[in-house]
């Protein structure tokens, strides 16, 4: 992925509230299933900030990749990333437009 690209990431992740997220998680006793220790438990911080991670760096890289949008979401994270393409009418660069959230709970009537 661009670098340019890559600062959009690191901004999201910079000012994300993993806290807030973890604190909620421990209140709510929502937890994961934890592979290599074949149980499911609240995760540490660490964990929700790794995976937090990884979903939001798959989402934009798909999405500049494909130059498109792209959405995944596990554990309550949802990462989305859209590609806006270059318009040379005003000289605007492509850019990458990614969001990070943590959805407890959410509904719509799409069809």
Request: glycine fraction near 6%; include cysteine.
């Amino acid at each position: 992925m661009k670098k340019r690209f890559q600062k959009n990431v690191d901004g999201i992740l910079n000012d994300f509230d993993f806290v807030k997220v973890h604190e909620t998680m421990v209140k709510l006793d929502w937890q994961w299933y934890h592979p290599g220790e074949e149980v499911t438990k609240v995760p540490s911080l660490d964990i929700v900030k790794v995976k937090g991670k990884e979903l939001l760096q798959e989402a934009a890289e798909k999405a500049a990749g494909l130059k498109s949008e792209w959405v995944i979401g596990s554990g309550g994270f949802r990462a989305e990333a859209k590609f806006y393409k270059k318009d040379e009418d005003y000289r605007k660069k492509s850019e990458l437009w990614v969001r990070l959230a943590f959805v407890l709970e959410e509904w719509d009537n799409c069809e």
